[in-house]
């Protein structure tokens, strides 16, 4: 029904940059809030930075400054500029959307990409 792909991520050195981006496809109507959590092992899904459609980003606060989160509603599609990687930022990271689809008109339910690890090695 929907999909959301992620693409990016890899093996990058303390302090080198890196993009994720997800794409949102399907019988979409709208998207609502897109965003991205990471998680490593034995800890919560913790959520990194979300944007509303239209609406003012959010960070959390290790990440601030470092990170940027934008949307392209044209192309269904979340980005992650990450910048000035820490080792402590190694996860496996998830895109998330609020998406409205045919099927369940005026309801939004929550997507999730597949996941795609980012190592930083210090």
């Known amino acids: 029904q929907v999909q959301l792909v992620q693409s990016g991520g890899g093996l990058v050195q303390a302090g080198w940059s890196l993009t994720l981006s997800c794409v949102a496809s399907g019988s979409i109507i709208s998207i609502g809030p897109m965003a991205w959590y990471r998680q490593v092992p034995g800890k919560e899904r913790e959520l990194v930075a979300s944007?509303?459609?239209?609406?003012?980003?959010y960070y959390v606060a290790s990440v601030k400054g470092r990170f940027s989160i934008s949307r392209d509603n044209a192309e269904n599609t979340v980005y992650l500029q990450m910048n000035s990687l820490k080792p402590e930022d190694t996860a496996v990271y998830y895109c998330s959307a609020d998406v409205e689809t045919e099927v369940r008109r005026r309801f939004f339910e929550t997507y999730w990409g597949q996941g795609t690890q980012v190592t930083v090695s210090s």
């Open positions: 944007v509303a459609n239209g609406g003012r980003p």
